[in-house]
């Protein structure tokens, strides 16, 4: 599911989950533990988070039929910790990470790519965030350091998606390339990182997570409580199941929260 390598002083740690590398709840950990584990290893300079590129995608977000069979919720509760673990270990890695994208980044693919210090992705690599049409809240944070405040809301709301031009043109991509060029790219950015002082470049890494304006583990696990809080009404659970079974939802008409029925 998670493959690792070091070349060069270079860790590529590469998602492949076939068909579409949706991740279960024990695959967000493994990717977190690999990332995590890349960053200590005192020989490792650069990291590049990768998919198997025989795969139509970089990584999809959580695996939905795991969480549509289990209603204990017990899952739901792994796999949202298992994002978070993963998101952070990109976030907090001692050494940059690169996100090197091909196909559908989507959901968890985009709290990758989003805690990335640099992202490459081929000239087929789409973004977008499909969590309201799962019933799921969250990484509306990462979304928010790839495009600009309110092209995230239209986003988050509509389901749109980007192209990795769009993102070159916001600036938050640093190359676009063809699907078979793009590990090399990725390498080539690393390799200049490698020739670097790794002591400088580790305190950089550190200095730069100190100045950022939005803490993003605090405002993703805040996110993740509206997630929890939907799965206790059942528009989320008919989202899920609609979703496995390729049909629409069955949805209330509005919104029957106890606040909203106090109101008058």
Same mark, same amino acid.
């Given at each position: ?5 070091? @070349?060069? =002083? ?20 493994? #990717?977190?533990?690999?990332? @995590? ?36 919720? =017990?899952? #739901? ?24 994208? =091909? ?13 990335? $210090? ?18 799921? *809240?969250?990484?509306?944070? =990462?979304?928010?350091? *790839? ?5 995230? /809301? ?27 060029? *793009? ?15 790794? #002591?400088?470049? /580790? /305190?950089?890494?550190?200095? *730069? ?29 008919? #989202?899920?199941?609609?979703?496995? $079974? ?19």
């Amino acid at each position: 599911m998670i493959r690792s390598v070091v @070349r060069d =002083h270079v860790a590529e740690i590469v998602i492949d989950n076939p068909p579409v590398n949706a991740l279960p709840a024990a695959g967000w950990f493994e #990717l977190a533990d690999a990332i @995590r584990a890349a960053g200590r290893d005192a020989d490792v300079r650069a990291v590049i988070v990768a998919a198997n590129p025989e795969l139509r995608a970089f990584q999809v977000g959580v695996d939905i039929k795991e969480l549509a069979a289990d209603p204990t919720k =017990h899952t #739901l509760i792994a796999v949202n910790r298992g994002c978070y673990e993963t998101f952070a270990a990109v976030y907090d890695c001692e050494v940059p990470v690169i996100a090197a994208v =091909h196909g559908y980044c989507l959901g968890g693919g985009v709290g990758i790519a989003g805690n990335a $210090d640099i992202v490459v992705a081929a000239d087929d690599a789409t973004f977008g965030l499909p969590e309201v049409d799962r019933g799921a *809240l969250g990484v509306a944070t =990462h979304l928010a350091r *790839l495009v600009p405040y309110k092209k995230m /809301r239209a986003m988050y709301f509509t389901g749109a998606m980007v192209s990795a031009t769009d993102l070159l043109e916001f600036g938050t991509v640093e190359r676009v390339v063809p699907r078979a060029e *793009l590990m090399d790219t990725a390498r080539e950015i690393a390799a200049v990182i490698v020739e670097k002082s790794p #002591l400088v470049i /580790r /305190r950089a890494k550190e200095s *730069l997570n100190a100045i950022d304006p939005i803490d993003v583990k605090r405002s993703y696990r805040f996110e993740q409580g509206f997630t929890f809080e939907l799965n206790l009404w059942g528009d989320s659970d008919e #989202l899920r199941q609609a979703f496995v $079974d390729k049909r629409g939802a069955e949805l209330r008409p509005g919104d029957e929260s106890p606040g909203k029925k106090e109101q008058t």
